[in-house]
């Protein structure tokens, strides 16, 4: 059965920092692996989709990077900003068994001015 | 476009009443769907997939059911709710390939 964790489960940073949020999953056999941004109240946007064949994907700030070996993922965010706070969470879709994907319980993340 | 419309967006409900959420997505034609529950301060929970109409695979056991009556719409149903139900409801769709999901703004539930 797959697992995915997220550590911290919340983060407080000042303006400016780079900072990363970290994924794990217990089973290494993945199809892609997405990370997404949930603001408060609202449905989940999508940053990143790293495929199981790739290593690592840059969207702006942000770069996803991905071991699938060792069951790991990072989002690194260059530059952190006030707007930059909200929840993250990382999604694992499986490589076989369905169309199912797993989600982690989140980084909150607080990004002060 | 790949919108997806989710509604009602809030809903309060007694213990024993049914329920109806309905998705409809827009854009390419045989999508991937999924309903996703997220409890206070945790994380997403699937409850349903479908690959197709009339196709429905459940995740968790509960009394909670859902129904594939056209390609693009998804309806997510109880006939009797319980305080345990209460949550935030998600609908998503994958797109073929790489499926990667794309949400709707969710059905907030709260059942007294």
């Known amino acids: 059965k797959q697992e995915v964790t997220q550590i911290p489960a919340a983060l407080s940073v000042p303006e400016g920092e780079n900072l990363v949020l970290n994924c794990s999953f217990t089973d290494s056999a993945i199809y892609n692996l997405q990370w997404f941004r949930q603001d408060p109240g609202k449905g989940l946007t999508s940053l990143l989709l790293?495929?199981?064949?790739?290593r690592e994907q840059t969207s702006g700030r942000l770069n996803a990077s991905l071991d699938k070996s060792s069951g790991r993922s990072t989002l690194y965010i260059a530059a952190s900003q006030p707007g930059d706070s909200a929840t993250y969470l990382c999604a694992v879709r499986r490589n076989t068994g369905g169309f199912k994907t797993i989600f982690g319980a989140g980084t909150r993340l607080f990004v002060k001015a | 476009s790949q919108t997806i419309h989710q509604w009602p967006a809030t809903l309060v409900q007694p213990v024993g009443s049914p329920l109806s959420l309905e998705c409809t997505v827009e854009?390419?034609?045989?999508?991937?769907l999924y309903w996703y529950r997220q409890a206070a301060g945790r994380g997403l929970q699937l409850l349903f997939y479908?690959?197709?109409?009339?196709?429905i695979s459940s995740e968790v056991p509960q009394n909670l059911s859902a129904s594939r009556p056209q390609d693009r719409q998804f309806i997510l149903s109880s006939k009797k709710l319980l305080l345990s139900d209460s949550g935030f409801y998600l609908c998503a769709r994958g797109t073929s390939g790489a499926n990667v999901l794309t949400f709707g703004a969710g059905s907030r539930l709260t059942v007294l």
């Open positions: 854009g390419t034609s045989n999508p991937n």
């Open positions: 790293i495929q199981s064949s790739q």
């Open positions: 479908s690959v197709g109409i009339g196709q």
